[in-house]
């Protein structure tokens, strides 16, 4: 019988695991979850590294750190090391459904350091940097949508670095995304790259513009606004496929991908839902569309396998229903603009945050190893 996740996989979703670990990597389960759950990807971010290496019962560093102590590396060097070594061994493990796929899938997305994410050529360089030390075509090197990525996002992309663009909240950013993008092909272009080997990802955040709307929501608490909760998510991811439908269909779009370029695929991130009167896969199944990627936390992916109910494409219909919610909202009070915003500064701030406790935990472990 088809599982949840296989008829996923056939209505064009490709599904990406949100964690990372080394244990996960051998101990032969993250090739289990490609073989059992149609798992085609993986991303990683700053927390996800914390998380595993602050595991005190994961020994799986313990060597590495104490050769690193020896060698007298400082925490960000150690960190650096251990995080493309765990990365560089995914995509290892990725490699045959990078073949399979035709190179689109089989990909594993490392971030470059948050304290670099209001910082453009901090950023470039250290996407230079993470590439040439990772080494293998399937990677995606992450960079944030800040002002200040955008840049950064063209130049790496213009310099044949594959990019997977994280923390997008608003369908104007949105646009500079994909403008950027554009940007870095036709320099690659003129540069005489490959198009056909550069790849790029827009990770749209999905349940964290719920969160933020319906706290809104809640303190305004008419009926209308009442209404309106748990409707912000969907309604703006869908109408970001809108636009990268319509994008990626006009004339300067057309003219790269006939020269070879790929689609910039529009990413489904957060997806794990944060309300409990929500249904767990609420993220999954109404975000089913051809061409997207659907990156999970393990228990999304879990209870997707489990009871997700698949019914085709959930986003293309519901174009017209998005727009009317983002007019509900403006006419009940909601300043979508301020929320975007937020949500955009909180996510750097998080990252920055989970890379620090990521540095100091590495830091101890240096220190204990000497």
Known sequence: MSTPTAQLSA????????????????????????????????????TIFANAMSDDSDTSYDAQVQELAADGATAEEAVFAATTQDVGAALDVFRPVWEATNHVDGRVSIEVSPD?????????????????????????????????GLAAITESIAAGISVNVTLIFSLER?????????????????????????????????????????????AIGTDEALALKSKAGLANARLAYELYEKTFAGDRAKGLLDAGANLQRPLWASTGTKDPNLSDTLYVTELVAPGVVNT???????????????????????YAEAHQVFADLKSVGVDFDDVTQVLEDEGVEKFIDSWHDLLKKVGEGLEAAR
Do not use: C
């Open 11 to 46: 209505a064009g979703v490709s599904i990406w695991l949100d964690d990372l670990s080394r244990t996960r990597i051998e101990s032969g389960n993250l090739q289990q979850l490609i073989d059992t759950r149609n798992v085609v990807g993986v991303t990683t971010n700053p």
């Open 296 to 318: 999970m936390p393990e228990k999304t992916m879990e209870a997707t396998f489990d009871h997700g109910v698949v019914k085709g494409d959930t986003v293309t219909g519901g």
């Open 116 to 148: 670099l994410a209001h910082d453009t050529e901090g950023t470039i360089a250290q996407a230079k940097k993470l590439w040439d030390k990772i080494d293998r075509p399937n990677l995606l090197v992450k960079i944030p949508a800040t002002k200040a």
């Open 174 to 218: 949105y646009a500079e995304v994909i403008d950027a993008y554009l940007t870095g092909l036709e320099k690659a272009q003129a540069a005489g790259i490959d198009l056909s080997t550069i790849q790029s990802v827009a990770s749209f955040f999905v349940s964290r513009v719920d969160t933020e709307t319906d706290k809104r929501l809640a």
